[in-house]
C-alpha cells in the first residue's frame, strides 16, 4: 500500500472539537497513540513518519475525556460512520446505545423502578470519534439528501475547519453581496483555480468559511466586484466602488488576524493573501486613477508598500510559529523552491540581453575587485543578480507549464533586497531600469483580466519618470510591450 504524499490525504483535523481522524480508519486517535497507529495500523515506518509527526506536533489535540462533543442534531462529523442506534427515553437521562440489548442492560441498571413500556428508546442518528473504552456516542442530524463524508471534506487537505453550507453565509449578506459572492463561486473563482497553486486557497474561499473570518469574505467580494468592474465597462465606476467598499473592511481585520497565525486561519490568511494580489493588479487597470502605490511606485520614502507584498516577503517571520503544519500545505512547494533556488549562482544563467546591465550597476570593474564585499551586497547589484535568476526559473517554469503570477511574484520582488525597494521609494535610476526589465517576466501573465495592460502601464509611467536619457536603457522593455 502506498503511503500518502501528505498527512492531510490519511488525517483530517477538526479544530472545535481537538481532535484527529484516521480518513482511512473512520475513527479519532489518541495523541499519545499517534506514532504506533501510523506504524501498525498503516505500516508507516520512521522514514516517512517525521512529516506526519511535524504535522500532528502543530495542532491543539484533546485527550479523549476532554474533548468536548457536537451539540445534539448537528451535522454529521466528516469521515466517521454514522450508527442507527437508540436513545434512553428516561427524562433527564441521555444515555445513548448501538443494540436494544444493550438499552434493555442500561435500563435494568439505572432505572429499575421505572416501567418497560416509559423506557422504549428512542431511534437516532449517532456517531463517535473514538472506540473501544473511550467510545462515546453524539447524536447528529442527517439531512434528508444522501450525505458521504467525502462530500463534507472537499477542502480537507486545505483548510482544518469542518465545511457548511454557503447558503449560511448568504442569508447574512446584503442583496448586492449576495451576488457578489454567486459570481465569484459561478465564474471568478474557476478563472483563479487555474492556477494549480492557487485552487486551495479558492477551495477553501468557497467552502463557508467566510462565516468564521470577515477578511476572506470581504476580499472576495472585493475582487468579484473588480472582476465584473472588467465585465461591464458600462458599470465599471459603480462596480469599481463596491470593491474599494469591501477591500477597506477586509485590510484592518486580515492586518489584525495576520499578526496571530494559528492552524485554524493560517490558509484563509494566505487566500487573502492571493485576493490581495488580485486587488492590486485589477485595480491598477484604471488608467485615469493613481495606483502607483499598487505599481510598487510609492510615492514617498516613508510610505508603505502594499500589505500583498509586505506579506509575501515576511510570510517565514509571519508563520514561524506553524511552519511545520506550513510545510504540509500545497503552497509550501514555492517557500522551498524559493530557498532551493537561492543558493543557485544567477550569474550563469543571466539573458545575454541583460548583460550590459551589470554594466549600469557596476560600472567601476576595478571597483568589484578591490571592494568585493561592498559590491556583492549592494542592493542594486543584488536585485540585478536576483533578476537574472528570475528569468532563468521563470523560463524553467514556463517549459513545465508551471509559471503564473504567484510564481513571478516570488522569484523577484518577494526577495530582493529592502535597501533597493527603499531605492524604487526614491525613484532611484537604477532601480526603475530593473524594474522595467523585471515587467517583460510579467507579459506572458497577461490573459488573465487582473493582469491586463500592466506591464504596459507600469513601463511607461517608469520611462516618464525617467526622461529620454534613460530611454536606451529601457529599449528591451520598451521593444515587449510595443512602445
Known amino acids: ?139 447528529v442530524h442527517q439531512p434528508q439528501t444522501n ?36 459570481h465569484f463561486q459561478t465564474s471568478l473563482s474557476r478563472e483563479l483555480a487555474f492556477d494549480a497553486i492557487m485552487t486551495p486557497c479558492w477551495d477553501t474561499a468557497e467552502s463557508g468559511v467566510l462565516a468564521r473570518y470577515s477578511f476572506l469574505k470581504h476580499g472576495i467580494l472585493s475582487c468579484s466586484a473588480l472582476h465584473l468592474a472588467f465585465l461591464n465597462p458600462s458599470k465599471r465606476q459603480r462596480y469599481r466602488l463596491m470593491a474599494a467598499h469591501h477591500q477597506n473592511i477586509a485590510l484592518p481585520d486580515f492586518r489584525s488576524a495576520v499578526k496571530q497565525p494559528t492552524v485554524d486561519n493560517c490558509v484563509s490568511l494566505l487566500a487573502f493573501t492571493q485576493l490581495l494580489i488580485v486587488h492590486c493588479f485589477g485595480a491598477s487597470q484604471d488608467e485615469d486613477g493613481d495606483d502607483d502605490d499598487d505599481l510598487l511606485l510609492a510615492h514617498g520614502h516613508n510610505d508603505p508598500f502594499p500589505d500583498w507584498l509586505q506579506v509575501l516577503r515576511s510570510t517565514c517571520h509571519i508563520f514561524k510559529p506553524i511552519e511545520g503544519y506550513i510545510r504540509t500545505l500545497p503552497i509550501a512547494m514555492i517557500m522551498a523552491e524559493d530557498d532551493h533556488q537561492s543558493k543557485i549562482s544567477a550569474k550563469s544563467y543571466c539573458d545575454p540581453r541583460l548583460d550590459k546591465l551589470f554594466n549600469l550597476v557596476n560600472p567601476d570593474a576595478s571597483k568589484q575587485a578591490s571592494e568585493p564585499f561592498e559590491v556583492h551586497h549592494s542592493p542594486l547589484l543584488s536585485a540585478l543578480t536576483l533578476l537574472s535568476s528570475a528569468f532563468s526559473r521563470a523560463h524553467e517554469a514556463q517549459a513545465r507549464n508551471n509559471y503564473s503570477l504567484c510564481v513571478a511574484l516570488h522569484v523577484w520582488p518577494v526577495r530582493v533586497p529592502d535597501a533597493y525597494l527603499g531605492l524604487v521609494k526614491q525613484r532611484h535610476p537604477v532601480a526603475l531600469v530593473l524594474l522595467a526589465h523585471y515587467c517583460i517576466l510579467l507579459l506572458p501573465l497577461e490573459g488573465s483580466w487582473y493582469m491586463n495592460g500592466y506591464s504596459k502601464r507600469l513601463i511607461t509611467r517608469i520611462s516618464e519618470q525617467l526622461g529620454k536619457q534613460w530611454r536606451p536603457w529601457l529599449q528591451w522593455p520598451l521593444e515587449e510591450v510595443g512602445l
Open 1 to 139: 500500500m502506498a503511503v500518502p504524499t501528505e498527512p492531510t490525504e490519511l488525517l483530517h483535523y477538526i479544530p472545535q472539537h481537538r481532535v484527529l481522524i484516521c480518513k482511512k480508519c473512520k475513527y479519532a486517535i489518541q495523541p499519545s497513540a499517534i506514532p504506533r497507529h501510523l506504524k501498525e495500523m498503516h505500516k508507516i515506518y520512521r522514514s516517512h513518519r517525521q512529516r506526519y509527526i511535524d504535522y500532528t506536533d502543530q495542532l491543539d489535540l484533546a485527550k479523549p475525556d476532554h474533548v468536548v462533543l457536537p451539540e445534539a442534531n448537528e451535522g454529521p462529523i466528516p469521515f466517521l460512520p454514522i450508527i442507527d442506534g437508540l436513545a434512553c427515553g428516561a427524562s433527564g437521562c441521555h444515555h445513548l446505545c448501538a443494540t436494544g440489548k444493550r438499552m434493555k442492560m442500561h435500563c435494568n441498571a439505572e432505572h429499575p423502578g421505572v416501567p418497560v413500556v416509559d423506557l422504549k428508546g428512542n431511534p437516532v442518528r449517532m456517531q463517535t470519534f473514538f472506540r473501544g473504552n473511550q467510545l462515546r456516542y453524539f447524536v
Open 147 to 182: 450525505s458521504h463524508p467525502e462530500q463534507h471534506a472537499a477542502v480537507e487537505n486545505k483548510e482544518p475547519t469542518p465545511v457548511t453550507s454557503p447558503t449560511c453565509d448568504l442569508q447574512e449578506l446584503a442583496a448586492e453581496d449576495v451576488r457578489l459572492l454567486e
